[in-house]
């Protein structure tokens, strides 16, 4: 069973900086499409960041393009979103999600993914 295991986040003052990780437990292909989504209360689930593995393509939201970087550690199945320059509009629940096998086209839905992890908190305060 894939596993998807977040962390890194918690509360930062706004124009902080979080660095957030997501660790992929089974992992049997040079390429997969990872994903950074985010869910504030009352609203939907959006997508902020995408990556194909191996490649390094990248794919960006435009609320959080120069703020944000998705980047890989193929070497220990992980994938990272650091996040600059805060705002308390960043304030959500941050999710990883994996496609595995795969590449990303764009922007991917969150219809497109498979794995989920389990969710990390960040709080950005003014």
């Known amino acids: 069973q894939v596993q998807l295991v977040e962390s890194g986040g918690g509360p930062v003052p706004a124009g902080g900086a979080l660095r957030l990780s997501c660790a992929v437990s089974?992992?049997?292909?040079?390429?997969?499409?990872m994903g950074w989504f985010r869910q504030a209360p009352g609203k939907e689930r959006e997508a902020v960041a995408a990556i194909t593995t191996g490649s390094g393509r990248t794919y960006y939201a435009d609320s959080v393009k120069g703020r944000f970087t998705i980047s890989q550690d193929n070497a220990k199945n992980t994938v990272y979103l650091q996040m600059n320059s805060l705002k308390p509009e960043d304030t959500a629940m941050y999710y990883c999600a994996a496609r595995l096998g795969d590449v990303c086209l764009r922007l991917q839905s969150a219809l497109d993914f498979r794995y989920w992890g389990q969710g990390t908190q960040v709080t950005v305060s003014s």
């Open positions: 089974k992992n049997e292909y040079s390429s997969n499409c």
